[in-house]
């Protein structure tokens, strides 16, 4: 009777593929999407917000660990808000993005976060065609999106989800010399760039150890690199 | 610096062209001929990105080459400085890196 289960364990089973589990975590979870939703109120319509927020719920089962004590509403609320920033940029882009493409991004990404859970790797574009079944032509303009887009501005990503402690990064810090990159950035934003040049994870490794998306964290390194570029004209 | 790939790509652009959206369009499109996970192609698009930041003034080569397995890069002038002062970050991003006279290969390979 999934109407009585504890979140946590609708989630488990929700990523186990149970579909009454996951119907069940939807329903139960809608309240809080819809509260998330209502912070981009005005910028993207409701639906689409709560949909995208909805799509993040669902992603965030296949790295939740109840025995890490952490409520499954507070490990996939970044998830979701990931998901409708990514709807309220390509909204507020200059340029518009159709909704056919956008509904071809969603399924590029989707198909790439099951993959890369599935795997413990990111797909290759001709594994991405194989796995949408969709056209190279139109994996290549998903992507392009994806990966040439603007970086995320760092003061839209919840604070708490990158502010926790970490043994590592102190270490990193002191081991090589990134006190060039470091310089200035945010505490959220060097503990990425520490966790990646310092300690070397992979962006995947990055993404799953502070609950953003891969893409999420492409961005955050993005603008760090950013620091780096505008070095050349000053 | 030789490379034998399958397919490339060489261009040329001047001081006011466009060069980084155009040469991550290209990267993008010869990855997909390539093996390679998506984040390595990200990756090596970062790691291009930056050395484009140190170009030398004036014109600037780039180059793409396409393997099964691997995706290479030339920029060409770099100043000398930029890839030295950055190489940390760079090795992070890209399997290999070669410097010489003023030319930066980058190398992605799976």
Known sequence: M?????????????????????????????????????????RVPAADLEQAGMLGVLKAVNGFDPNLGTAFEAYASPFAVGEMLAVVRQSTSPVR???????????VNAAIDDFTAARGRTPSVREIVTF?????????????????????????????VLAAEDGDLAAAERR?????????????????????????????????????SQMHVSRLLRQALARLQGEVGQ | MMHSGAESIRGRFGPQAPVRPIVANLLLALGARTDLPIEQLDELGLAVDLVLAG????????????????????????TH??????????E????????AGGEVLLRARR
């Open chain 2, 81 to 90: 400085e930029w890839p030295v002062r950055h190489r940390l970050v760079l």
């Open chain 1, 176 to 212: 090589i010399d990134l006190d060039e990159l470091l310089a200035g950035l945010e505490p959220r934003s060097r503990r990425i760039v520490a966790l990646r040049f310092g300690v070397g994870l992979s962006q995947r490794e990055i993404a799953a150890r502070v609950g953003l």
């Open chain 1, 132 to 160: 949408t079944g969709l056209d190279e032509e139109d994996v290549l303009e998903a992507l392009r999106a994806r990966l040439l887009s603007r970086p995320v501005p760092v003061t839209e990503l919840s604070e708490d």
């Open chain 2, 55 to 78: 170009r030398a003034a004036g014109e600037v080569a780039v180059e793409l080459w396409a393997g099964d397995d691997e995706l290479a890069v030339s920029i060409s002038p770099v």
């Open chain 1, 97 to 107: 993005v159709p909704r056919a493409v956008r509904d071809i991004e969603r399924q």
């Open chain 2, 92 to 99: 992070s991003l890209v399997s290999e890196i070669e410097t």
């Open chain 1, 2 to 42: 999934p109407g009585g289960e504890p979140t946590a364990v609708l989630a488990v089973r929700a990523a186990r593929g149970e579909a009454d589990a996951r119907e069940a975590l939807v329903e139960r979870l809608a309240p809080m999407v819809a509260a998330l939703a209502h912070r981009f109120a005005g």
